[in-house]
């Protein structure tokens, strides 16, 4: 009895860290759309109001698959998203067959040079829900711009970065690569929890 009293008192205290309950799992703010990652990933879809890195084997490989339920769920609720020049012209008869509401959904032509720096100014405007961009490079402290813009802006961040990005560090809360063969997911790290052992079927794709 005396040592759950001092656990107790140490809780209080502040002098031991207290996990998240299990339940919050259950309940992402974000879901992805996709029962099958949002069921992997431990806060039950999107960090929220964070910065996720999807890394791809090639541009257009795979990211609007993944991202368009939750962007047609934005742009349904009145949201606006933003793309920050995109590698490809959208094609906007595939974005409306994907459900995205074309009213809300905003891109920015930007330099290379510029593109990370339009991104943040996105999200930090606190007008944005979801902001998408495609640097070609991004160091770390860029990186942490966006984490922090996120955060400030109360939005969701996605930098798609290519596959060898995966050997450096990131501030990123979540890190997902994009395989073709086998058409997967593979979650490299994510927040809140430790990353699923095993790769995930692309739905449709498997």
């Not at 257009?60 to 490809?88: I, K, S």
Request: charged share 20%; glycine share 8%.
């Amino acid at each position: 009895m005396g040592a759950v009293v001092e656990l107790d008192r140490l809780l209080d205290q502040r002098q031991v860290w207290r996990g998240r309950q299990a339940q919050a799992r259950a309940q992402g703010l974000q879901p992805t759309g996709h029962a099958s990652l949002d069921h992997r990933l431990p806060e039950g879809g999107w960090p929220a109001a964070a910065l996720s890195e999807l890394l791809l084997a090639s541009p257009g490989c795979g990211e609007l698959q993944l991202l368009w339920p939750t962007l047609a769920r934005l742009t349904g609720e009145g949201q606006r998203v933003v793309l920050v020049a995109p590698p490809f012209i959208p094609y906007a008869p595939a974005w409306q067959a994907a459900g995205v509401d074309l009213r809300w959904l905003v891109q920015v032509d930007a330099e290379a040079a510029d593109a990370l720096w339009a991104a943040e100014q996105c999200l930090r405007s606190g007008s944005c829900a979801a902001v998408l961009c495609w640097p070609g490079y991004a160091d770390d402290r860029a990186l942490r711009r966006l984490q922090v813009a996120a955060e400030t802006g109360d939005a969701l961040a996605f930098a798609c970065r290519p596959h060898q990005a995966a050997l450096n560090p990131s501030p990123a809360a979540l890190r997902i690569a994009l395989d073709l063969r086998p058409a997967q997911w593979r979650v490299l790290k994510c927040r809140g929890g430790l990353a699923p052992a095993t790769p995930i079927a692309c739905p449709g794709r498997e």
